[in-house]
């Protein structure tokens, strides 16, 4: 019995070898027959592979939809034509693609009235393609993009519904240790070493804002200005030429005048107005001037000015009071200069250093 399952066994097993070895040979002679069947039908046996992700053929046809950009396709080369040329001897336009002189394929021939619909198709999609573009740049915003307010009391005061802001400038930061180490013996040892942080900012900014078409917005701020008012902030509201408001400003203002017994002020920080009543214009200012007009006479190469100061600002910690007594009745006993009004004569001091 035992003898006999091993035979059945190795039977069965030649059997499945035999299977084995002969399945590649039946699939072999069916790829053959196939690629045979296709060479005779005229079709390459590559042709038929398939890609998962296929890319589009070259359109040879001015009707069909152009060939969609995207980044797994290459560009077409630089030296890549097309071109539509009339041909007189069949009445006909010829639309060809060409790569330098190598034509790409076979021309694609227009009757006049299918020339006619492809050039008005052109015009069409060249028209929307313009006025896509010039909307697309006309919403485009910096780095801070227009909002739009809907109602229409927003309109009625500001002229629009839009409001925009522009930052220009630049802002540097800069940030720095500074350690010293002094090798005093004298000192004791926590002091000999400081550490100390140091920190610096340059700031150049320009802001201009727009908040519909009567409100505008301006400001202009330097770290490194010699001068304050170089810092300008300014807000201007603008009416319409039938308002009685004409204009507004608050901030930094200025009220020239052509006049020349009056001279017009710069540099002023306040709030400004233009009212028009018909042929009335009223111009007034409520500000705070910032600068200041001198006058300096020149003198053999030198500048001479009259100022006063005080004595007590003069030199400091040099003039003192001999007694609380002085002191009390100093404003008193000069009140009426130059006559001082005091019964004490002093005629001799005598001056101690310890």
């Avoid at 059997?15 to 390459?44: E, K, V, Y």
């Avoid at 296929?54 to 359109?59: E, G, M, Q, V």
């Avoid at 009339?86 to 009757?111: A, I, T």
């Avoid at 910032?290 to 040099?318: C, F, H, L, M, P």
Wanted: proline share 5%.
């Amino acid at each position: 019995m035992p003898l006999r399952q091993f035979e059945k066994l190795l039977i069965l097993s030649a059997r499945l070898l035999i299977l084995i070895c002969l399945l590649p040979l039946s699939a072999f002679s069916q790829t053959t027959g196939d690629q045979s069947q296709n060479r005779q039908n005229g079709q390459d046996p590559d042709s038929l592979i398939r890609l998962r992700y296929p890319i589009p053929p070259l359109t040879t046809s001015p009707f069909q939809a152009p060939r969609l950009r995207s980044p797994l396709f290459l560009n077409d080369p630089k030296n890549y034509s097309s071109k539509i040329e009339y041909d007189p001897k069949s009445n006909e336009y010829r639309f060809e693609q060409n790569v330098g002189s190598l034509r790409l394929s076979e021309p694609y021939y227009l009757r006049q009235d299918q020339y006619r619909q492809y050039d008005l198709n052109r015009s069409v999609a060249d028209y929307w393609r313009q006025r896509l573009a010039g909307e697309n740049f006309s919403s485009q915003g910096g780095l801070i993009p227009k909002l739009h307010i809907g109602g229409e009391a927003f309109d009625r005061i500001f002229g629009s519904n839009t409001i925009s802001i522009n930052p220009q400038g630049s802002a540097e930061l800069i940030f720095g240790v500074q350690i010293n180490n002094n090798k005093n013996n004298n000192l004791p040892e926590k002091v000999r070493r400081n550490t100390t942080f140091d920190f610096d900012n340059k700031i150049m900014m320009n802001v201009t804002g727009q908040i519909g078409d009567k409100l505008e917005l301006g400001i202009s701020y330097n770290t490194e200005a010699t001068f304050d008012f170089e810092n300008r902030t300014k807000i201007a509201y603008t009416g319409k030429e039938d308002e009685i408001l004409k204009k507004v400003e608050a901030g930094n203002v200025n009220l020239p005048l052509s006049g020349s017994l009056i001279s017009g002020s710069q540099s002023l920080f306040g709030i400004k107005t233009e009212l028009q009543f018909g042929r009335l214009t009223i111009t007034s200012v409520f500000s705070q001037q910032e600068g200041k007009t001198q006058t300096i006479e020149v003198e053999g190469g030198g500048v001479s000015n009259e100022y006063e100061i005080r004595a007590d600002e003069y030199e400091s910690n040099k003039h003192f009071f001999l007694s609380q007594y002085f002191r009390d009745n100093y404003d008193q006993a000069l009140k009426n200069t130059p006559i001082i009004n005091s019964g004490i004569n002093i005629t001799k001091i005598e001056v101690w250093i310890t």
